[in-house]
């Protein structure tokens, strides 16, 4: 994200993973410098989910944000601007994509690709059983293992429920292990004011009740929840001043 103002050259602010080396970061800097920026500031990937997802990420307690990712899911705690805990999960939707597709293989002897796993998990994908234990349904084409020959099937919500509980439950674990691992006074604040979910993979149906029920937390969805990322980028630009320590312009 850049400001540009007359005759001056723009400022720009770009948004890093969390667990960027030092040596990482100096080559996005210079990267953006020498592309004709004036002044490169970075800000850390959880703390821009986190402003883009409208939390007070300045004032002195504790939130938690967790970004669930296409590759991974980063669960981070932050108070007065500093990442106080931050870990990064190799579960996101690409591993839900793949779940669906071991399940129709497993259980249907069905061959689908990742795309339409995908398809089936943003149409109808849920975290969490259906009360009427079937859900909706959706037909979807593959390869049939048996005879190698097009098929068809029809699945379920609650089928897809059940192929997606693995990658579920191991987001539910690094909240859990993150709350923890967290301060107790931190940990006490998030209990009382929730957590918050970012990213395309808190689009899933139910995550959020599914989260719910296995962490005994309040979990919310950001609006938007895919371009929180981009949004805090973007914020933090525009409310420079104020979020001046969260911007990093010196490693
Ligand atoms: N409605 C939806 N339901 C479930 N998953 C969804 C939905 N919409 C998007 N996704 C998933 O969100 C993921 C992409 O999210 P996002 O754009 O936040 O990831 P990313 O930032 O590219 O990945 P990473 O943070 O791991 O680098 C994809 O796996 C996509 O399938
Ligand atoms: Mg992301």
Redesign the pocket.
């Given at each position: 994200m850049h400001k540009r103002t007359t005759f001056s050259k723009p400022k720009i602010i770009v948004c890093v993973p969390h667990g960027a080396t030092p040596v990482e970061k100096r080559a996005i800097r210079q990267s953006v410098l020498s592309a004709g920026a004036r002044k490169a500031g970075l800000i850390a990937e959880p703390i821009a989910a986190a402003i883009g997802a409208g939390m007070p990420i300045t004032d002195p307690t504790g939130s938690m944000v967790v970004?669930v990712?296409?590759?991974?899911t980063e669960v981070a705690v932050l108070s007065l601007g500093d990442i106080v805990y931050a870990r990064s999960v190799r579960v996101?939707?690409?591993r839900?994509?793949e779940a669906i597709v071991n399940y129709l293989r497993r259980q249907h002897n069905l061959l689908v690709g990742e795309t339409t796993a995908?398809r089936v998990?943003?149409a109808i994908?849920t975290a969490r059983m259906p009360d009427d234990g079937r859900g909706v349904a959706m037909t979807i084409r593959g390869r049939d293992l048996l005879n190698g020959v097009p098929k068809e099937l029809e699945v379920n919500q609650a089928q897809i429920a059940e192929a997606l509980a693995e990658p579920v439950q191991q987001i539910c674990e690094a909240v859990m292990v993150a709350l923890e691992t967290t301060p107790p006074d931190l940990a006490a604040d998030i209990v009382d004011r929730g957590v918050m979910l970012t990213?395309?993979?808190a689009?899933?149906?139910e995550l959020d009740l599914a989260l719910r029920e296995q962490t005994g937390l309040s979990i919310s969805v950001a609006d938007e929840a895919?371009n929180c990322?981009a949004l805090g980028t973007g914020r933090a630009l525009e409310y420079e001043k104020q979020l001046r320590h969260v911007i990093d312009y010196e490693s």
């Open positions: 970004d990712g296409g590759g991974t996101g939707g690409d839900m994509d995908e998990k943003t994908g990213g395309g993979g689009l899933l149906g895919l990322v």
